[in-house]
């Protein structure tokens, strides 16, 4: 059992900056891949970023140039660091970890843009 907590989200004015943090419980997070989803109301979970254990990055083409994620294996936490961000970022934010067949999920951040 893998347990994920995100932090970080909350509201922030078009153009600013957030940072989301997600802690997971368990050792061996290293040789992990770890992702951040996003949701917004009425639509589908997508993908925004993942981060292998070796340290690569990909990035959902809406979010490029913009977000950059990032891993700290010594604090077993996740980073999405959110910079130039738009209303159509908001959504809640998620942390997955999959192990075998099955995947972990945290609980949500919110993360809302707006004036």
């Known amino acids: 059992q893998v347990q994920l907590v995100e932090s970080g989200g909350g509201l922030v004015q078009p153009g600013g900056s957030l940072r989301l943090s997600c802690a997971a419980s368990?050792?061996?997070?290293?040789?992990?891949?770890m992702a951040w989803y996003r949701q917004a109301p009425g639509k589908q979970r997508e993908l925004v970023a993942v981060?292998?254990?070796?340290?690569?990055?990909n990035y959902a083409d809406s979010v490029k140039g913009r977000f950059t994620i990032s891993r700290d294996n010594a604090k077993n936490t996740v980073y999405l660091q959110m910079n130039s961000l738009k209303p159509e970022d908001t959504a809640v934010y998620y942390c997955?970890?999959?192990?075998?067949?099955?995947?972990?999920w945290g609980q949500g951040t919110q993360v809302t843009v707006s004036s």
């Open positions: 368990r050792s061996g997070f290293h040789i992990y891949n």
């Open positions: 981060i292998t254990s070796g340290g690569n990055t």
């Open positions: 997955n970890t999959n192990r075998g067949v099955n995947a972990y």
